[in-house]
């Protein structure tokens, strides 16, 4: 809106001096060039990108019966699918989200409700100028963190995933990570969950030259062995700049008493939300928040953008002034 007033203003003090000097008239497609440039950037529809992975409960097994390994199909209000909630589907095209937003990606088991969906409703409930809420999903059930690391399939899958979802113009603006109830069957897995931890994080915000991504993460619920604990100690310890961790200790899980249960994956995910949401000031106007190219936090990359682009605009404005006074 401001840049919008701004070049209206511009036009019309230019269209003035042009009646008092008809020369300046060649200015004004330079002019034009100019202030169409902030209008095309603003008007582009632009995913606003998550990465969703990590193991099963990222994957979602709310729903699920252990002995059927049949879904029960019931998506509660929270997680009902919008127009402007997209998942990148494993063909990497951009579809309609909706629950289970890992039935094509983590194949070989029974997908149910994660906390994907019920992340992203609460997240356009609360910032409704958001825009449109892009969903990777790349958490694959069963996996380690031994798995995810650099160079290993699910990590070059995942970047694979990231960066197809990047083409379109959209800006990354975090990952959620649900991960490590496979880290706890033996205890020097779990003694090295910090440092496989820590260096997931730092390679994947590396790959994707975005240093300061935001990710928020979850402390485990579960595990599939006994040292859970030792596992939930590493991510709550876990200090990086722009993490939060959100603790789902406590949260009901099924009989399996490892998958979290559909109204723990909507709880869960609401929170996600409110913690991502921390990384964006509740100041933004509407419809204001542009995507993060950089991961950066949101606000820097925006106001420095609307700034940019009156600089040119600026530059115009005042040389034919000066022109106009010489
Ligand atoms: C991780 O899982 C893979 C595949 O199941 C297994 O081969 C490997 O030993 C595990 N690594 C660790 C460190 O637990």
């Known amino acids: 809106m401001k840049s919008q007033r701004g070049v209206g203003k511009a036009v019309s003090i230019v269209s003035t001096i042009f009646k008092f000097n008809p020369i300046m008239a060649s200015l004004l497609p330079l002019l034009f060039v100019f202030a169409i440039q902030p209008w095309q950037v603003r008007s582009e529809q632009y995913n606003n990108i998550f990465i969703l992975a990590g193991q099963s409960n990222m994957a979602g097994r709310g729903g ?48 149910g409700v994660g906390p994907g969906m019920a992340f992203a409703n609460t997240i356009l409930e ?25 160079g290993k399939v699910h990590y070059t899958r995942m970047m694979k995933r990231v960066k197809a979802s990047l083409q379109g113009g959209g800006g990354l603006q975090a990952l959620l990570w649900y991960q490590g109830e496979s880290d706890t069957l033996l205890l020097s897995d779990a003694q090295s969950y910090r440092t496989r931890l820590g260096k997931f994080f730092l390679d994947l915000r590396a ?21 859970i604990e030792t596992v939930r100690e590493a991510q709550l310890d876990m200090d990086l700049l722009n993490l939060r961790t959100v603790d789902a200790k406590g949260l009901p899980l099924g009989p399996d008493g490892l998958h979290l249960t ?8 609401q929170v996600m939300a409110d913690a991502f949401l921390q990384f964006v000031p509740t100041s933004l106007p509407k419809n204001n928040v542009l995507p993060i190219h950089n991961g950066a ?3 820097r990359p925006h106001n420095g953008a609307s700034q940019i682009y009156m ?16």
């Open 207 to 227: 790959d994707l030259n975005s240093p300061l991504l935001p990710i928020v993460q979850v402390a485990l619920a579960s595990g599939e062995g006994p040292y």
């Open 297 to 299: 936090p949101p606000t």
């Open 126 to 150: 609360k910032r409704p100028g958001f825009g449109v809420v892009g969903l990777v999903p790349c958490a694959i059930g069963g996996t380690n963190i031994s798995e995810w690391e650099r």
């Open 262 to 269: 559909t109204q723990a994956q909507v709880h869960l995910g």
């Open 64 to 111: 699920v019966s252990e002995t059927t390994a049949t879904w029960d199909g019931v998506v509660p209000p929270e997680s009902q699918p919008k127009a402007s909630i997209l998942r990148l589907n494993a063909k990497l095209e951009w579809v309609e989200a909706e629950e289970p937003l890992h039935a094509d990606i983590d194949v070989t088991k029974t997908n």
């Open 311 to 326: 600089i040119p605009i600026s530059i115009t404005f005042l040389t034919i002034v000066s022109l106009t006074l010489l």
